[in-house]
C-alpha cells in the first residue's frame, strides 16, 4: 500500500516568510496529490491540489509543486499570515480502482506576528 | 453547500459499552471514510467503503466494525469501548478515487 511521509512535522515562521512542506510517497501509480489544511476544531479542507501531468500550480499565496520521478510533491506559502497557522496534510493518491485515502501524518505550521 | 455530518460533536462513553458514531453526507459520494485523529499521529483509517453494502479495513480496524446499508450514511461501532478509544473520529467522503474529500466536523469520544 501506499507509504507516505511529511516534513517537517512542525514549522515555526515569522509572518510574511515562506513556508515549505514537503510529500514523499511510494506508490509510482499515484496521479492526485491534494494538500489539506485543518484548522482548530474544524475537519481538514482541500487548499490545493495538483494532477501528475502537471508540474506546478499556484493559487494566491500558496503553490504545490510536484517531482513524480523522485515521487514527492511540496506546498509552498509565500508571505505568510497568522491566520495561515494550522496543521497541514498530504494524501498522494487516486491510483486504482478505490484507494484508501491515505494522509501524511500532518505539519503544525505556526505563523508568528 | 456540501455537507458532511457527523451525528455528535461530544460523547463520553462507560468502557464496554456499544458505540455508533453516525456520518451522513448529501453528495452522493460513492466513498466514505472513518478516520481517528490523536496528537502526533495524523489521520489514521479506521475503515473505508467504496458503495453500498462494501467495506474494507483501512490501517487501524481492530476494535472497529462499520455499516453502510445507504449510500450516504456511514456508520462506525466500537463493539465494546475501551479507554484507548479516546480520541478524535473523522468521517470523511469523495466521488471516486482522485478527488477533493469532504470533512464532517469531528466527534470527540471520551470513554471512561
Known amino acids: 500500500g501506499e507509504n507516505v511521509e511529511q516534513h517537517p512535522s512542525t514549522l515555526s515562521v515569522q509572518e510574511g516568510d515562506s513556508a515549505v512542506i514537503k510529500c514523499t510517497y511510494s506508490?509510482?501509480?499515484?496521479?492526485?496529490f491534494p494538500w489539506y489544511k485543518q484548522e482548530l476544531g474544524k475537519g481538514p479542507q482541500l487548499i490545493i491540489d495538483?494532477?501528475?501531468?502537471?508540474g506546478e500550480k499556484k493559487d494566491q499565496r500558496i503553490a504545490v509543486t510536484l517531482n513524480k520521478t523522485a515521487k514527492h510533491f511540496s506546498l509552498h506559502i509565500t508571505e505568510t499570515q497568522p491566520e495561515d497557522s494550522a496543521v497541514y496534510f498530504c494524501?498522494?493518491?487516486?491510483?486504482?480502482?478505490?484507494?484508501?485515502?491515505?494522509f501524511g501524518a500532518g505539519t503544525r505550521l505556526a505563523v508568528h506576528p | 453547500d456540501v455537507k458532511v455530518t457527523q451525528s455528535s460533536r461530544y460523547l463520553v462513553k462507560r468502557t464496554g459499552e456499544k458505540v455508533f458514531l453516525e456520518c451522513v453526507q448529501d453528495?452522493?459520494?460513492?466513498?466514505m471514510f472513518w478516520y481517528r485523529q490523536d496528537p502526533g499521529l495524523g489521520l489514521r483509517l479506521i475503515y473505508f467503503?467504496?458503495?453500498?453494502?462494501?467495506?474494507e479495513k483501512g490501517d487501524i480496524p481492530e476494535g472497529y466494525s462499520v455499516s453502510r446499508e445507504k449510500k450516504e450514511r456511514f456508520s462506525l461501532i466500537l463493539e465494546s469501548a475501551s479507554t484507548n478509544q479516546t480520541s478524535m473520529y473523522l468521517c470523511?467522503?469523495?466521488?471516486?478515487?482522485?478527488?477533493?474529500?469532504?470533512f464532517g466536523q469531528g466527534t470527540r469520544l471520551t470513554v471512561v
Open positions: 470523511a467522503s469523495s466521488s471516486y478515487p482522485g478527488t477533493e474529500a469532504f
Open positions: 506508490d509510482s501509480a499515484s496521479n492526485y
Open positions: 495538483i494532477r501528475s501531468n502537471v
Open positions: 494524501a498522494p493518491g487516486g491510483s486504482g480502482g478505490y484507494n484508501k485515502l491515505i
Open positions: 453528495m452522493d459520494h460513492e466513498n
Open positions: 467503503s467504496y458503495d453500498v453494502k462494501m467495506k
